[in-house]
Each structure stands twice: as C-alpha cells, then as structure tokens.
C-alpha cells in the first residue's frame, strides 16, 4: 500500500506549511499589539526565520506532531503539541543567549508564543474533526478484498489490522478451499468464481491476490478484469510461482506487494501536484489568452457557417464516465458528429481546418480542465463510438481511462494524432497512453505541453 506511506509525508509537509504560515500570522499581530503595526522590523524579521526553523527541528523529533487522525487519542495528540512547544521554547531561549538576542521584545516573545499555540491547537482541532467526518464518509473508503486464505493472505490482513491504513476498507476474503474451523471463516463472502459479481455490485476498489503464483490463467483474468472494471490488481506473493511480465514491487512494512503495472498518478501527491498545476494553467490560459483569440474566432467561424460558435460533445473520461467536450466547432452543422474527422473531410470549414491545425479548437477545453473533466495533458478522449469500437479490438484499450483525460497527449506529441483508418495506429496511441502512465512525472508534462505549442507553431500534418 505504497500510497498509505505517501499519505503521512504528505501529510507531514502540509500541516508543517500551515504551521509556518501561523506562526508568520502570528509574529504579525504580536508586533502590532506591541508597537501598533505590522511591519516587522528586520531583526524580528529574522527572529522569525529562527522561531520557524527551531519548530521545524522539534517537529522533526516526533510524528505524533503532524498526526490528525483518529488512530491516536485527542490527549495524546495535545500532550505531544505541548511537549514540544516546551522543547521549542527551551531550544529558542538557548538560541537567543548564544546569538546575543538580548534586544528582542519579551513582551512581544510572549504574545507571539501565546498566539502561535493557540491557534496551532485550534488548527489541529479543526483537521481532526475534518478528517474525522470525511473517514466516516463512504467517499473516503478504498474497498479492498483479499483472494485467498493462506499464510500469505493471512499476513496481509494482519498487517492491514495492525499498522495504520487510512480510508481502507475490508470487504472480505475470497477462496475455493477454506476449513470450517479457519479462525476468518465469518469474513469469506464466496468463492473465486463469484468474486468478480461482487466486486462490480461493491465498488470494490483493490484486489489482492494472495494464491501462489502457479495458476498464471487465473492471474491473468483477474488482472485483465480487474483492468476492464478500474481496479487495481495487487499480488501477495509466497514466491513459489513466478509472474512472467515486468511488474512494479514494493513493501507494505514487511508484507512485499506486486503491482502488475507502475502508476504515479494512483499517488495522492502527484495527482495534488497535477491538479494544482492544471488549475493555474487553466486559469492563465483562459485569462490571458481566451478574451483575445474568442472575438476573432467567433467571427470568423459565423462568417464562414451558419450555426453556433462552440461545439459540444459527450466523451468518455476517466473510468469511462462521459462528460460534455467543448471546443471551437469546425464543421458545417450536421448529423455525423460520431464519425471521425478524415483528410480533405467535406463537412470541415477552412476556418476549422486552421483551427484543427493549430489546435486552437482546443481552447475551450481548458474550462473542461476547471471542471476537473479533463486535465492539461493526459490520453485524449476518443469519441463514444471509438471506445465500443476499440475497446473489443485492443486488449489494454480500457487501460487508457484509469486516468483523467488530457487536451494534449504524449502520443499527440509522438506523431498519433489524426484519422486511425488501421487498427495498428490506434494500437500505437493505446501503447504511448499506457507509457505515459507508467512514467509520468511534472516534467514529462512540461515537456508535452512545449511539444504541443511547438506544433501549434508548425503546423500539425495529421490534423484534420
């Protein structure tokens, strides 16, 4: 459950930049109570620097610090708050005798001290009861299961029950083979044959397969429909098979963990990372660049063709779920939407052609983005007909739509873009979305988007 181990650095780094960021708030209403303003002078102001850092270190010395959930009592949490503004007072006051502060207001000391605990505590008070509601939510379980009741499968839930596992909840055991006496008899909902009903009637988020590793056809139609259906497919393993494909693994504490394919994004860090930055972009772009480009658009579009300015259409998005596209419309009015876009297309206008060649047709996509519809980069969102096409015809096609779908694409960049008249071409685009996936990083994206407007500026030859 590598995710689980992000949770708690993440976790981490954002409480101890809310902390800062109070501590600032409060050497601000300290001076102003002390002098009447709030302007720091510059030796308070590098006072502050020192207070901050000095908190950081004693932060640093325990965990419990940062923890707001419910798997520590509130005593306990308050207790080590406490301890540790007493540690950080002690390690300030030798700082300021070895430094020489002498002149730093004691008066201002203490308003700074009263206010910086305060609103620390009541700052903790409120994530705790946020956190509380939201783990009580059902929004807030991944809904897991476990194939198998062997020593392997049973180390799991173990350590699952043991070790802190935030938001996860257990659904129950899976196994052909089970003795009436098993000490998790009462938690086995049915045999393997039945697993896959229950996990489409129970929104079950991960599959654990916890059998040894010898019957490699069971493997595979698990991983294919734990694919198929947006779970994540995650093998125990008691080694005394072998997985004969490239597989991501890693340790849950002391329980190894076999992910059939590595995926960045399932990180709640990097998925936080990328929406934050697709909701900046968005925001530039339709700021910026949106008021300038839509007057001269619009006109040339209506001047050119009856009909209206945006065209609108229902695409499938991550996890298959349709959403509204929007974008500048490029063809004439007609009743052939679902059809894909060929070379010298009759029902495209030469506006839309200079659009669809520039990718300025595109733009309004970026509100799709605000949406959270869509995302900057990601695989494009085929039309519905393609994904009933394709998605009997390529194996991993579905594998696409784990992911948040993109107004650029890493195979858009690599030359798949346009009309797919043969299957192997869409096998490509398939096979580069999938390479995305695996390998995303911020700069990955970065580098798509500089390819994007570097075609813009080209011209895209396979834009239609």
């Excluded at 009541?122 to 939510?137: A, C, D, G, P, Q």
Aim: glycine share 4%; with cysteine.
């Amino acid at each position: 459950m590598n995710k689980y181990r992000h949770y708690y650095s993440f976790n981490r780094v954002v409480l101890l930049i809310l902390d800062i960021t109070l501590i600032a708030f409060s050497f601000k209403v300290s001076n102003y109570f002390r002098y009447g303003n709030l302007e720091l002078e510059h030796q308070y102001s590098v006072f502050f620097v020192l207070f901050a850092l000095v908190w950081w270190v004693v932060s640093g010395f325990s965990n419990f610090v940062f923890r707001i959930d419910s798997l520590i009592p509130l005593e306990k949490k308050l207790a080590n708050l406490i301890n540790a503004f007493v540690l950080h007072a002690f390690l300030l006051a030798s700082c300021i005798v070895v430094f020489n502060l002498e002149e730093i207001s004691r008066l201002l000391l203490l308003y700074t001290y009263i206010s910086t605990a305060l609103l620390i505590i009541i700052n903790r008070l409120v994530l705790m009861e946020f956190f509380n509601y939201f783990t009580k939510s059902d929004m807030a379980y991944t809904r897991f299961v476990i194939v198998g009741t062997g020593p392997a499968a049973m180390a799991l839930h173990q350590t699952f029950n043991t070790h802190d596992n935030p938001g996860a909840k257990f659904m129950g055991f899976f196994d052909d083979n089970v003795e009436k006496n098993s000490p998790v008899a009462s938690q086995i909902v049915g045999s393997i044959d039945e697993l896959k009903e229950y996990c489409l009637q129970n929104s079950i988020d991960e599959v654990y397969y916890a059998q040894p590793l010898t019957n490699k056809e069971q493997i595979d139609d698990l991983s294919n429909f734990a694919d198929d259906n947006f779970m994540y497919f995650r093998i125990v393993p008691d080694f005394s098979g072998i997985v004969e494909k490239e597989v991501n693994m890693y340790f849950y504490h002391n329980i190894p963990l076999i992910s059939i394919r590595k995926e960045p994004l399932e990180q709640v860090s990097n998925r936080a990372v990328k929406r934050v930055f697709d909701i900046a972009f968005s925001l530039m772009v339709i700021c910026l660049l949106f008021p300038i480009v839509l007057p001269i658009i619009a006109i040339a579009i209506r001047l050119e063709s009856k009909g209206p300015i945006f065209f609108k259409q229902l695409r499938p998005g991550k996890k298959n779920r349709l959403f509204v596209c929007y974008k500048f419309r490029t063809m004439f009015v007609n009743n052939q939407t679902e059809m894909q876009a060929t070379k010298d297309d009759p029902r495209v206008t030469r506006v839309g052609r200079f659009l669809r060649k520039t990718n300025l047709d595109e733009i309004p996509q970026f509100f799709n983005v605000l949406l959270g519809d869509m995302s900057v980069v990601g695989p494009r969102p085929n039309l519905v007909s393609q994904l009933d096409h394709y998605s009997k015809l390529i194996s991993k096609y579905h594998i696409r739509h784990f992911v948040t779908p993109g107004i650029t694409g890493y195979a858009q960049v690599s030359g798949y873009r346009g009309e797919t008249k043969e299957l192997q071409l869409m096998e490509k685009r398939v096979e580069y979305d999938v390479q995305y996936m695996e390998n995303w990083s911020f700069m990955m994206d970065m580098k798509i988007i500089f390819l994007t407007v570097w075609n813009m500026i080209k011209g895209e030859k396979n834009a239609y």
